[in-house]
């Protein structure tokens, strides 16, 4: 099980708001946790693993704070950058490039990762 007060640590560091302005988002960690813990192949150890997999639950549910909140731009989390999505665009489109760097511990089915070449701006 992944650890909720670490991803709302890294939820609030990546969204840049302090811990008593994301309280409201908790809800929001918590339901990232169980979306990245069902995508866990089954032998992976999430004690070994839990920094990336936390960190990448908190940033799902970054991505998802700006969908609700009717965020736009770019979020980046070390080499991976979220564009916000066309309308239409589901769940599965804009998680995947969050989940690119923990993909080695995902089950392989529903997944389709690409490598996108990179924007300077």
Not at 15 to 34: D, I, K, V
Not at 54 to 63: D, E, L
Not at 100 to 110: M, V
């Amino acid at each position: 099980m992944l650890n909720t007060e670490r991803i709302f640590s890294w939820f609030c560091t990546i969204s840049g708001q302090q811990a008593h302005e994301a309280r409201q988002w908790l809800p929001l960690c918590e339901s990232s946790a169980r979306l990245v813990e069902s995508r866990l192949r089954e032998d992976v150890c999430t004690v070994t693993n839990m920094e990336r997999l936390c960190m990448a639950a908190a940033s799902v549910a970054h991505s998802a704070r700006l969908s609700l909140a009717g965020g736009s731009g770019q979020i980046r989390v070390g080499d991976i950058a979220l564009t916000s999505v066309a309308p239409g665009g589901g769940a599965d489109t804009q998680c995947a490039p969050l989940l690119c760097h923990i993909a080695d511990l995902l089950k392989p089915e529903g997944f389709a990762f690409v490598q996108t070449p990179e924007v300077k701006s």
